[in-house]
């Protein structure tokens, strides 16, 4: 839902019949104009909400109220050099599990770096560095139930991860400009 793309009628109507075909919904809302998305995406039951970087507090008690997952992207913010980051604070305040992601594009976003992402939601969306470390792996895991499987290391995960040259997590934030990966499993295997 965006102002001069698509409204909000045009979009329940193509959304509503998405649903009717069986197809789950993740909607692209709120990044440039507070048009009404998020309370839509509520309305309509979506899994998640992507950007929210104008929705205001009555969009964001509307996503809670329907537990609809917020992913922020806030690569986007950044390269279009606007200042208005989601209030991810305000998200996690009302009990949303945030995610975070890239949103890698060469038209909005063209940097696929999660140490990047990291950064910026702890220096410009006020998250906790566990809250943004949480917000990349299980969070999102869950937005795609697949939370039994990935997202976090536990007994009978498939053990995908990295490790860093890092002596703290909170380092994954800290160091943005360079890759602390050392190491990359997939289902226990290094490659």
Known sequence: ????YFDVEDVRRILTAAKQHGLK???HVDQLTNGGG????????ATTADHLEQTAADGISA???????PVLLPGSVYALGSKKYPDARAMIDAGLAVILATDFNPGSSPSPSMPMM???AVTQMRMSPAEAVAAATVNAAASLNRVDEIGSLEVGKLANFAICDCEDYRELAYWFGISLVRDVFVRGERV
């Open 38 to 45: 998020a309370k839509l995406a509520a309305e309509l039951g």
């Open 63 to 69: 996503l809670a109220k329907a537990n609809i997952q």
């Open 25 to 27: 919904l993740r909607m």
């Open 118 to 120: 990291l950064s910026l």
């Open 1 to 4: 839902c965006e102002r001069d």
